[in-house]
């Protein structure tokens, strides 16, 4: 079981964590929401609970509940400009199905 971050993703975390002064690092989840069926959910992590899930990868831990990684197992996070837009994006290998606005997904 893993959840890896592409060198663009681990840099994005790391520059904002220092820049927030705080943080132990990526919170990575899911929520029930949209049209597929999930959507991913990221955040700070700025504590860790005895029944999470840690990964470490390029120096960011990356926090994970254990009922979302039956989910998101194997997926690797990005972060990817494109012009003025940038945004997180997963590779997840356990995905059946995306919205056509890449919102949500389902399995």
Do not use: W
Request: hydrophobic share 40%.
């Amino acid at each position: 079981m893993a959840i890896s971050l592409t060198e663009s993703a681990a840099s994005r975390v790391r520059s904002h964590l220092a820049a927030r002064g705080k943080g132990l690092g990526l919170r990575l989840g899911v929520t029930k929401t949209g049209c597929s069926g999930y959507s991913y959910v990221i955040n700070y992590a700025d504590e860790i609970t005895d029944s999470d899930i840690v990964f470490e990868d390029k120096g960011v831990k990356v926090v994970v509940d254990p009922d979302a990684l039956a989910l998101i197992d194997g997926t690797v996070v990005d972060f990817v400009k494109n012009g003025l837009n940038e945004a997180f994006s997963f590779r997840n290998p356990n995905i059946a199905g995306e919205c056509g606005c890449g919102e949500s997904f389902n399995i």
